[in-house]
């Protein structure tokens, strides 16, 4: 856009820094799927903070999480440094014994000051009985994260190409797919010993021997395919964006051999266990002495029994899932091995009085449409972690006094004696008396009890790359960064592997982004196989300026090359005014768009794929690959 617009859309959301307005950022890939997308999303943090935007009904920086249930899946420590609940997971540097855990990890003040029940509470779902002070509730049984290797999702793919990895489980996702640089992915894949693939189709993942270029008598990995059940097909509760957890019901039986995920990890688990017993293994206590006590009465795995385990109860020993008495808050988990608790952020989420097996009585399930504060709050709904509260840090929408900024949008108010509240408060709003009943906290200055000094942070000392973002170009870029004289950042993760050669803006000229239709899903594993989806949506397309096809001599619908260092593929020119050369540092640059959608697996529509051209670097925080933002040349084919 021109500057003008710019000032404009500035000067606009700017004016939301009064009492009365309120302002909100919602953001997905645009800004994180870049080498420095941490620091662009803390940048959005900074601009809500100094505007007075954050805890505000309204307001705040919302991440739109794109899969479902991605928000479920962080929660419960998918990303490999974090333990269920943001806990960290174990590392061999920091964490060798429970003891360093306990000290590296919690608080001098704030709220993680309670980290060791949190922690300690999980250890005991665990291992149960097994689980005492005198073994450290069996922290020596969970494995830790070695020094030496990295789990995140680029890293992966290079041990499986040295040979450090040596079988992989692909869970509900397309990585031959979807991950960047999939040629190369596709080639550490194929010296893998074995590939298990639990999906609802066939995807590239699991047929990755038969892509374009591999040869599949060369291949030696074992390939296990485990039909999965679809959503519809089993229980379970899902978090969407807003961190509210739902329950969604069963609505029919799964298609032939189809199983639910937890029932296959069920089947493994016992397998495993099975098999060590009988031939024993290495490290046998971490097998054998897991609780796992998750049967109902058909001998099957229930979630709903997964569920309290997740919920928090307290320890009893001997005790079954039909007597355990569940937690409805996390200020009463115990670090002494008196509670058990999966998760600490969900507790309560599923207490229900005494109708433990009827799913409508739950929190998940319930479908109250009260809103009392007229903030659109509903607090009846669902359930929102923590302990239903709907508007994290909602301290900052009153003054250090405790009056609302607005009277209109009153979520938290001090009165004078107590505090009044639309929301559960994000706060020490009270705290025990010298009689053992509450009493009211007046208020301070400190809104923000998940850091220790409860203040808001300007300047940060987590972030791995700077304390304050700062403008950095992608990997590959047409032009030079002007506004420091640092090119990429110094941070950059993976740019030195030899898989990722870097194309130079000489031989490829042109920017390139990708993005989603609505017609497609992703890897299109989902939608490929939907007739309708595939005529309305049938094949895969370049989109580029008219000044772009004319140069280079292409018509709209003419098949047209697309290719880097990495990768070569063809797709359908899509000849659009919406996208337009730009003047970058004076020079006329081009920038083309692609969609992703398209493999080589599936019968209705194949095609090449894309991310075969997107460079397996990424952000040192989140470890996320550059997929927005990379250099390529185009021809007509
Ligand atoms: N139908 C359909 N729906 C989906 C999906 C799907 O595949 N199909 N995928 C789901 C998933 S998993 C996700 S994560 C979400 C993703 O949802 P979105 O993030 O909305 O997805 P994209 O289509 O990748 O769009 C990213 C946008 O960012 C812009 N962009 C690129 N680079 C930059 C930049 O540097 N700065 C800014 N400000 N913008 C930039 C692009 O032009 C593009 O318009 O969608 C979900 N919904
Ligand atoms: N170039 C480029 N690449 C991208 C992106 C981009 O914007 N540009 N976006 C990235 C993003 S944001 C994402 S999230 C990834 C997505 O990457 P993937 O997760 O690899 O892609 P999906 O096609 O969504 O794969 C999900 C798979 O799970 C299966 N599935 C669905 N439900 C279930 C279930 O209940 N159980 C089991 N076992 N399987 C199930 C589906 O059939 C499907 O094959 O792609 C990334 N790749
Ligand atoms: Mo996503």
Not at 454 to 477: G, I, T, V
């Amino acid at each position: 856009m021109d500057a003008e617009t710019l000032e404009k859309v500035y000067e606009i959301y700017a004016s939301t820094g009064a009492k009365d307005k309120v302002g909100a950022i919602l953001y997905a890939l645009g800004q994180t799927q870049h080498h420095y997308g941490a620091q662009n999303t803390r940048s959005m943090c900074l601009v809500q903070l100094l505007l007075g935007n954050i805890g505000m009904p309204g307001g705040s920086v919302n991440a739109l999480r794109g899969e479902p249930n991605v928000q479920g899946a962080t929660d419960f420590a998918l990303l490999c440094y974090d333990f269920p609940g943001y806990l960290k997971w174990p590392t061999v540097a920091s964490h060798s014994t429970l003891r360093k855990w306990l000290e590296a990890e919690t608080y001098s003040d704030g709220f993680y000051t309670n980290k060791p029940k949190f922690f300690i509470s999980a250890l005991k779902e665990w291992y149960g009985e097994k689980a005492t002070f005198e073994n450290d509730f069996g922290y020596d049984w969970l494995p830790k994260i070695p020094a030496d290797l990295d789990f995140t999702h680029i890293s992966t793919f290079q041990h499986m190409d040295s040979g450090d990895i040596e079988g992989y489980f692909a869970w509900g996702m397309n990585p031959a797919h979807s991950t960047a640089n999939t040629k190369f992915a596709r080639q550490a894949m194929a010296k893998l010993k074995w590939l298990v693939v639990a999906d609802w189709v066939e995807t590239e993942t699991a047929t990755f021997w038969k892509a374009p270029d591999m040869k599949p008598e060369d291949i030696q990995t074992e390939v296990y395919y485990m039909p999965a059940a679809l959503i519809y097909e089993k229980m379970g509760s899902i978090t969407n964006s807003g961190r509210w957890i739902q329950w969604r019901y069963k609505a029919l039986d799964p298609y032939q051999d189809a199983l639910p995920d937890y029932e296959i990890v069920d089947r493994f688990w016992k397998e495993i266990v099975r098999l060590y017993k009988t031939e024993g293994g290495k490290c046998p206590e971490a097998i054998l002495n897991v609780k796992w006590d998750y049967d109902g009465d058909d001998g099957k795995v229930d979630p709903r029994n997964v569920s309290m385990a997740i919920n928090g109860y307290t320890w009893k020993d001997g005790a079954t899932w039909k007597d355990r008495q569940l937690m409805t808050s996390f200020a009463n988990l115990a670090a002494d091995g008196s509670t058990a608790c999966a998760m600490w952020i969900y507790t309560g989420y599923y207490a229900n009085n005494d109708a433990k097996y009827d799913p409508s009585m739950q929190a998940v399930g319930s479908r109250v449409r009260d809103d009392k504060s007229g903030l659109g709050i509903y607090p009846g709904w669902g359930h929102a972690w923590p302990l239903n509260r709907r508007i994290l840090y909602n301290r900052a929408a009153a003054d250090s006094k405790g009056k609302a900024w607005d009277p209109e949008r009153k979520v938290v108010e001090w009165n004078g004696t107590e505090w009044e509240r639309n929301d559960v408060p994000d706060f020490g709003f009270q705290a025990a008396g010298p009689d053992g009943t509450n009493v009211p906290t007046p208020p301070n200055n400190k809104a923000f009890m998940m850091l220790w000094e409860q203040n808001a942070r300007l300047l940060s000392y987590s972030m791995k790359d700077a304390p304050l973002p700062e403008h950095y170009e992608p990997f590959e870029s047409p032009t030079d960064n002007v506004l420091n004289k640092r090119q990429n950042s110094p941070c950059i993760m993976f740019a030195d592997h030899p898989s990722v050669k870097k194309g130079s803006r000489d031989d490829y000229p042109i920017a390139v982004t990708t993005y989603s239709v609505v017609e497609q899903w992703q890897s299109g594993s989902q939608t490929r196989g939907c007739p309708a989806l595939v005529e309305s949506r049938p094949e895969q397309f370049v989109e580029m300026s008219v000044e772009l096809a004319e140069e280079k001599g292409i018509k709209n619908g003419d098949i047209v090359r697309v290719w880097n260092n990495r990768g070569d593929v063809k797709v359908t020119a899509f000849v659009t005014k919406r996208i337009r050369p730009l003047e970058v540092n004076g020079q006329m640059t081009h920038i083309v768009g692609m969609i992703h959608h398209w493999g080589w697996a599936g019968d209705y529509s194949t095609g090449d794929v894309v991310n075969d051209l997107a460079p397996n670097v990424g952000d040192p925080n989140s470890y996320i690959p550059e997929y927005k933002a990379f250099l390529v040349n185009v021809e007509k084919a």
